[in-house]
């Protein structure tokens, strides 16, 4: 078994994908994003997956994808916003060190807007992000071992405070 040294969730926009890469260069090991695994194994994009086979069929790729990468990773990982909601993911980050990035609305929705699509946002960002967020925090809060805010902050100064909170090193 080779555990991830570090996961990251966090709300769409909150930043993991991009500190994420940054962490793994920092610390010197291999990164790994779970919603381009879920695309490598499906051989399309997450808004086609959706459209093609639906949300829940997207979530239980996405439990897999984290339980491969949960027990085969040795690195940092990524999980996409929502992969929090099953449970099953839940009990496999229970020993791990979990970030959770922390962003308000305005800076979210800015930066989704920037990005790759996505799907849960693609109609009435504002009020789907807030209306997710509400739903997923405590969520977050259940699986984090430490929380960053990212308010106001470059991505190399998120990758920082995310060193500084697990009093880890960079290589
Ligand atoms: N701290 C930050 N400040 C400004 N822009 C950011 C920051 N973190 C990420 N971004 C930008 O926001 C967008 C979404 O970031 P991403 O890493 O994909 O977030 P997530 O994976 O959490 O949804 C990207 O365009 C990225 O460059
Ligand atoms: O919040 C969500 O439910 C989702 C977030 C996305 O990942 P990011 O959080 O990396 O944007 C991606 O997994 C998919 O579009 C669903
Ligand atoms: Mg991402």
Redesign the pocket.
């Known amino acids: 078994m080779t555990a991830p040294v570090l996961v990251l969730v966090?709300?769409?926009?909150?930043?993991?994908?991009?500190?994420g890469r940054e962490l793994a260069a920092r610390l010197g090991v291999g990164f790994r994003d779970t919603d381009a695994d879920i695309e490598a194994l499906a051989g399309k994009p997450i808004p086609e997956i959706f459209i093609d086979e639906g949300e829940p069929h997207f979530r239980e790729l996405e439990v897999a994808a984290v339980r491969a990468a949960a027990a085969g990773h040795p690195g940092v990982l990524?999980l996409g916003?929502g992969a929090v909601l099953a449970e099953a993911t839940r009990a496999l980050l229970a020993d791990l060190p979990v970030v959770f990035?922390e962003v308000a609305l305005a800076?979210a929705v800015k930066?989704?807007g920037?990005?790759?699509p996505?799907p849960l946002l693609a109609v009435n960002p504002r009020a789907s992000w807030r209306e997710l967020m509400e739903a997923r925090r405590p969520l977050y809060l259940e699986v984090a071992t430490a929380v960053v805010a990212?308010e106001g902050?470059?991505?190399e100064?998120?990758a920082d405070a995310v060193l500084e909170a697990l009093e880890l090193q960079p290589k």
């Not at 966090?10 to 500190?19: I, N």
Request: glycine share 16%; hydrophobic share 30%.
């Open positions: 966090g709300p769409p926009g909150s930043g993991k994908t991009t500190v990524a916003g990035l800076d930066r989704v920037l990005d790759a996505r990212t902050l470059t991505p100064q998120v």
